[in-house]
């Protein structure tokens, strides 16, 4: 039988758990990152190495984590590598040397890939069971845990508290939270709910859909990133914007971005796949105008009104691919291809961006992105409409509960 009203509650919230936790880790790292090179002298070109170490190893982890979820389910994936990742946060707090940080960033690496993996196949899951749109607000719980890191780093700071000391204390907390927040995690169907959610039978999706998606997903994450890396610096450089307001430029995408994921179930319900990957793509290209337009005109404002809506469209472009992959019954492995995907494009944008940009300018550059954008306006649609959909109709044994748990 299907999970019950407080079953599917409780199962999600424990997936808003998971992503806010690994969220604020991720964010975490990030804060520390400055003091850990001071500690250790890394200097540049070690820390880069040292976050692409990480990007490769979690890249190549996600290859085979699907795999493994496969075999022994998305809730024992993360109960067996979740808490075990955010213990590794005291790595880089206790690191003596920078070889040994990079014995730890590979393995933080390891657990990343699975934790992603894990985290995007489970909510797939319990979407399911909904039979409606939740996946966007996850995504937008791990940027508030993100957020979140960065704003109690800087209070401990202020209190005094040594970066050491708060990512010891962060990663104890974090791996005692990931613990308690997987417990309530979907049971593996057909084991515990029968068949009546259970994924479809593998290879219901084709090389070619598969395919499909995984370019749909790389163009998305190579369009985030252009946001991500570039927007402070073509504020800085295309619009002579000073230090106090050049960062304001991502500031307003990643806020609009995080509100969008927050509030994107009902809009992608509403409009279903097709029309929110027109949507989210029309959003991003125009945003991406703008912001090329604020290089001709120098409006910083501009640029800003550009960033906000390229935030907006970009917010739903992934959510919509995870869960049409689940809708048309994709198994755990082949819902990694979008972690995947996810991965290969925040390599590849920034290092693409920015040989372009060396070669002509940054405005030329911005233009790749938007053609992306462009491209997934026009394609995207295309795509989810030749997707197979292998949600089960609702039954009276099914509909009550999910109906309850709305």
């Known amino acids: 039988m299907s999970p019950d009203t407080t079953a599917l509650r409780r199962a999600r919230g424990g997936v808003f758990g998971t992503f806010a936790t690994s969220g604020f880790v991720m964010g975490a790292w990030a804060a520390a990152l400055p003091s850990v090179d001071r500690r250790l002298g890394l200097g540049a070109a070690r820390l880069g190495t040292l976050l692409l170490l990480i990007q490769v190893v979690g890249l190549a982890s996600m290859i085979i984590a699907g795999k493994i979820a496969d075999r022994i389910t998305t809730r024992g994936l993360l109960r067996w590598t979740g808490p075990a990742t955010q213990l590794v946060l005291i790595a880089p707090a206790l690191a003596p040397d920078y070889r040994t940080l990079l014995v730890c960033a ?81 049971p593996p169907p057909g084991r515990a709910d029968g068949d009546s959610a259970a994924p479809a039978r593998a290879g219901r999706l084709g090389v070619i859909m598969l395919g499909a998606m995984f370019v749909l997903g790389l163009g998305g994450h190579l369009i985030e990133s252009g946001a991500i890396d570039w927007a402070n610096l073509h504020a800085a450089r295309v619009l002579d914007a000073d230090d106090a307001l050049a960062p304001l430029a991502y500031t307003v995408f990643a806020c609009a971005m995080t509100v969008f994921r927050l509030l994107g179930d009902p809009i992608r319900a509403r409009l279903g796949p097709g029309r929110a990957m027109l949507g989210a793509g029309t959003l991003a290209t125009a945003g991406y105008a703008l912001v090329l337009a604020s290089g001709a005109v120098g409006g910083l404002g501009l640029a800003w009104a550009g960033w906000l809506l390229a935030g907006c469209g970009i917010a739903l472009i992934v959510p919509v691919l995870f869960s049409a992959m689940g809708q048309a019954g994709g198994s755990p492995s082949d819902i990694a291809l979008i972690s995947i995907s996810g991965s290969t494009g925040m390599l590849l944008g920034p290092a693409a961006i920015g040989y372009i940009a060396d070669a002509a300018d940054l405005t030329v550059a911005l233009m790749v992105p938007a053609a992306l954008a462009a491209a997934i306006a026009v394609v995207g649609p295309i795509t989810m409409r030749r997707l197979p959909n292998s949600a089960v109709p609702e039954t009276a044994e099914v509909r009550t509960p999910v109906a309850a748990a709305r």
């Open 106 to 186: 590979a393995l933080y690496g390891i657990g990343v890939g699975f934790v992603e993996v894990g985290l995007n196949a489970h909510s797939v899951e319990l979407e399911r069971h909904y039979r409606r749109p939740i996946v966007s607000s996850f995504h937008g719980f791990w940027s508030l845990g993100g957020a979140a890191a960065g704003a109690l780093t800087s209070l401990g700071l202020t209190l005094g508290l040594g970066n050491q000391s708060i990512l010891v204390i962060a990663a104890l907390a974090c791996t005692a939270a990931f613990a308690a927040f997987t417990r309530p995690l979907l």
